[in-house]
T-cell receptor, first 109, second 115 residues
Framework: AQRVTQPEKLLSVFKGAPVELKCNYS??????LFWYVQYSRQRLQLLLR??SRESIKGFTADLNKGETSFHLKKPFAQEEDSAMYYC???????????FGTGTLLAVQP | GAVVSQHPSRVICKSGTSVKIECRSL??????MFWYRQFPKQSLMLMAT?????????EQGVEKDKFLINHASLTLSTLTVTSAHPEDSSFYIC???????????FGPGTRLTVL
């Protein structure tokens, strides 16, 4: 079964520190991996997807098929990065998105 | 990206009543719409997938007779929580997706509180 694991419920860092939000997945086949972000009082929005291999707002994520991971990284955290981050996997015929439990990133000044 | 609205944004109802939540895609032909629920401090759980003009596909454990979904057009899907009970209190979120898959665009959510 498809599953996404985000081991950290809360990650607190100081401004300027590096950030790594962990995501591991289990899926047989070739999944699509995503990171979604939800800022306070805003709707969920796509941050990035592995197939586009781009950097959004300074964040990057590399799909490691050997470790089945898709960790989200940013070298220097900013206060405005504080939000809830969800890793998600999609694949198969149904196109369903399966979300992880989310990690709350708190960037302290 | 698509602009997705939900109405109402917040609803409080008495136990036993039915509540209808609308999800509208304002500028996007939504071939597929998804309904999620999110309990406090928990992740989004997919409830059902609806394709325009056909019956919704429900996830395991979701009662189709309790959560009625109608996707009558490419811009509107409704979720009706029938005979609501306090345990149905949650945040309900819809998302839309165009033909051929691609990015899902999410609505702002509807907070349902059943007294």
């Amino acid at each position: 079964a498809q599953r996404v694991t985000q081991p950290e419920k809360l990650l607190s860092v100081f401004k300027g520190a590096p950030v790594e939000l962990k995501c591991n997945y289990s899926y047989s086949g070739s999944p699509e991996l995503f990171w979604y972000v939800q800022y306070s009082r805003q709707r969920l929005q796509l941050l990035l997807r592995h197939i586009s291999r781009e950097s959004i707002k300074g964040f990057t994520a590399d799909l490691n098929k050997g470790e089945t991971s898709f960790h989200l990284k940013k070298p220097f955290a900013q206060e405005e990065d504080s939000a809830m981050y969800y890793c998600a996997v999609r694949g198969g015929a149904t196109n369903k998105l399966i979300f992880g439990t989310g990690t709350l990133l708190a960037v302290q000044p | 990206g698509a602009v997705v609205s939900q109405h109402p944004s917040r609803v409080i109802c008495k136990s036993g009543t039915s509540v209808k939540i609308e999800c509208r895609s304002l500028d996007f032909q939504a071939t597929t719409m998804f309904w999620y629920r999110q309990f406090p401090k928990q992740s989004l759980m997919l409830m059902a997938t609806s394709n325009e003009g056909s019956k919704a596909t429900y996830e395991q454990g979701v009662e189709k007779d309790k959560f009625l979904i109608n996707h009558a057009s490419l811009t509107l899907s409704t979720l009706t929580v029938t005979s609501a009970h306090p345990e149905d209190s949650s945040f309900y979120i819809c998302s839309v997706e165009g033909a051929g898959g691609g990015e899902q665009f999410f609505g702002p959510g509807t907070r349902l509180t059943v007294l």
